[in-house]
Structures are given as structure tokens and as C-alpha cells.
């Protein structure tokens, strides 16, 4: 869905600006002014390194709703466990080139290693999913610490990344524990522990927010059947009572058309898939800000006319 809207930048086209019909928690208009919040949690990292927190943070968030509010349906099978299913598959898949011999051919050579060793490495990826999943269940039960679920979620969104864009990194997990070294990390500029500290701090923001919200009935990471399909494929972070949020780790707080054409993608998409939707929401983390629109604004006719360009796009 995500590389459907980026793909194609005239889907924006087909809504209005909708910035001045946003509204916060309170059900208030969005002020001009309050899109000058200060940032609450800096973003670390490099380029490529504050998706994997964000991907870790929609973990904790699904946790944290689950613990505080409960689900009619939870989340039966997370993608991280799709992930580890699929990971034998994708070892031989071609790395691709950082364009640095060096970096490039130790990758290779993790590779050749994962494929030597893959039993083993399944079998330690398995163990520690376990582990991270019944940490899991654990907290949302009560029994276990938001740290405990904070520090898994990094190896999860390790996982995801597998599932979403066939990358087997998740192995130096095995191999930091057997060898002391890592063959696909040497991009990194900042540690596990560093994104321990900042998922923290965004999850305490988070915390704060759920104080002032009356969400009662929760779908987590819903996906949509044969719809999700057709746009290559697609899951929303949650659907409370009958909004669709989304949530957003960047840096910066400002309205972006690609991001609410996404939202409004998933509307469309839980609706044909059974689910009453009439509101969609972006909850920006670093901010603690959550702006919501009501699919009203747009007209009965928009969600279908929507699907419509949607369709299109994802067929040409």
C-alpha cells in the first residue's frame, strides 16, 4: 500500500487538502498554530535506522492497547511470526549492493553462512520469538514489565523487516551470540539499547495520550483480505471503535497528503472487508499528536470513488 501511494503521486489528487477539517482527541479543529508543536522524543539515528524504531514502536503500542483496553481481536499471528516462516526461503535471495566491496562481500558471506547453518539459526530465531511472545502475552496478562516487551520488540521488527522486504539481518542475532560478530549490520550507527531508550520515551508520550482517549473496542494490525492483495498488500496499525489510526515515528510534525492517502486507503479497504469505519486518524508519536478526520467531510460517494483510482493503479 505504502509503495502504491509513492509510486503513483496523483492519488493524492483525489481528495481535497484536508488539513483544516483535522480535529484532535477532543473532537476540536486543529488550530494552525498547534502544527508547531515542539518535538517531544528526538528521533536517532540515521536515515535507515528510524523505520526499525517506528516498526518496534507499533509492537509496544499494540501491547500497551491490548493491556490497558483489552481487544475483541487481537492479533493472531504477528507479521514477525510471518516472517520467521519465511526467512528459509529468502536466504538466497540477491543482497542488495551498498556499492562498498568490503560491506558487500562480508554480506555475502553471512549469506553462504545463514545457508551452511540453517537449522540452527532457525532454531534460535524460533526460541527467542518464543520468548518475545510469551513476554508478550505475559504483559498484556499483567505479569510481565513494559521493558521486558520494549526490548523484544526490536528483534520483531527484525522479523517484519523479513516478512516485508525479504531481508535476513535478523541472523546476526545468531551470530553476535555464536561468533561475537555481525555480517549485515555495519550501517549501524546506534545500539539495540539505544532504541530500547528511545521507544521508552515515545511509549511514556503514548501513555500519557491513551489517558485522554475512550477507545473500548480494538482491532490490532487488521488486514483485509483479498483487498490488501489487490494493493500489494496492506495492514493498518489499529481500528479503534470505528477509526482507523495510524502511527507515525517522524521527525517532523507536519500534514502530508501521501500520509492520510494511506489512512484513507485502509478505510476504504476495512470498510469492503466488513468493519463500520468513519473516521480515520495519524497519531504522531514524537509529538503526542493525534489529528482525525471524518470520512463525512468527503461526501457519501468519496470512499468508493477511492477504491476506484486505487484499483486502477494497483492493475495498470
Known amino acids: 500500500m505504502t509503495n502504491l501511494i509513492e509510486d503513483n503521486p496523483d492519488i493524492k489528487k483525489k481528495f481535497p487538502l484536508l488539513k483544516p477539517?483535522?480535529?484532535?482527541?477532543?473532537?476540536?479543529?486543529?488550530?494552525?498554530?498547534?502544527?508547531?508543536?515542539?518535538?517531544?522524543?528526538?528521533?536517532?539515528?540515521?536515515?535507515?535506522?528510524?523505520?526499525?524504531?517506528?516498526?518496534?514502536?507499533?509492537?509496544?503500542?499494540?501491547?500497551?492497547?491490548?493491556?490497558?483496553?483489552?481487544?475483541?481481536?487481537?492479533?493472531?499471528?504477528?507479521?514477525?511470526?510471518?516472517?520467521?516462516?519465511?526467512?528459509p526461503n529468502v536466504i538466497d535471495v540477491p543482497i542488495f549492493p551498498t556499492g562498498d566491496f568490503i560491506i558487500d562481500n562480508e554480506r555475502l558471506l553471512g549469506c553462504k553462512k545463514v545457508s551452511k547453518n540453517l537449522k540452527e539459526v532457525l532454531d534460535f530465531l524460533q526460541n527467542r520469538l518464543s520468548k518475545a511472545l510469551s513476554h508478550r502475552k505475559k504483559f498484556i496478562n499483567k505479569e510481565c514489565s513494559l521493558n521486558q516487551v520494549i526490548s523484544d520488540s526490536i528483534f520483531l521488527a527484525k522479523l517484519d523487516e523479513t516478512f516485508r522486504t525479504k531481508s535476513i539481518h535478523v541472523a546476526d542475532y545468531f551470530f553476535q551470540e555464536t561468533e561475537g560478530k555481525t555480517y549485515f549490520s555495519q550501517r549501524r550507527t546506534i545500539t539495540d539499547q539505544d532504541m530500547v531508550d528511545n521507544i521508552s520515551q515515545l511509549a511514556e508520550v503514548f501513555c500519557v495520550f491513551l489517558e485522554t482517549v475512550s477507545w473500548r473496542d480494538l482491532s490490532l494490525n487488521p488486514t483485509f483480505g483479498e483487498y490488501s492483495a489487490i494493493v500489494g498488500g496492506a495492514d493498518a496499525d489499529f481500528i479503534a471503535d470505528n477509526c482507523v489510526v495510524d502511527l507515525k515515528t517522524s521527525s517532523k510534525l507536519d500534514y502530508k497528503g501521501d500520509d492520510f492517502a494511506q489512512v484513507l486507503g485502509y478505510a476504504v479497504m476495512a470498510r469492503m472487508a466488513g468493519y463500520e469505519i468513519q473516521q480515520v486518524a495519524i497519531y504522531y508519536a514524537r509529538y503526542g499528536f493525534y489529528a482525525s478526520l471524518d470520512l463525512a467531510t468527503l461526501g457519501d460517494d468519496f470512499l468508493d470513488n477511492y477504491w476506484d483510482v486505487l484499483l486502477q493503479k494497483a492493475t495498470e
Do not use: C, M
Open 21 to 87: 477539517f483535522l480535529k484532535n482527541q477532543h473532537n476540536e479543529i486543529i488550530v494552525k498554530d498547534a502544527w508547531k508543536s515542539p518535538i517531544t522524543v528526538k528521533s536517532i539515528g540515521k536515515y535507515h535506522e528510524p523505520g526499525q524504531i517506528g516498526t518496534a514502536f507499533d509492537y509496544v503500542v499494540r501491547a500497551l492497547l491490548a493491556e490497558k483496553i483489552g481487544s475483541v481481536n487481537s492479533e493472531k499471528e504477528l507479521i514477525a511470526e510471518k516472517g520467521l516462516k519465511l526467512f
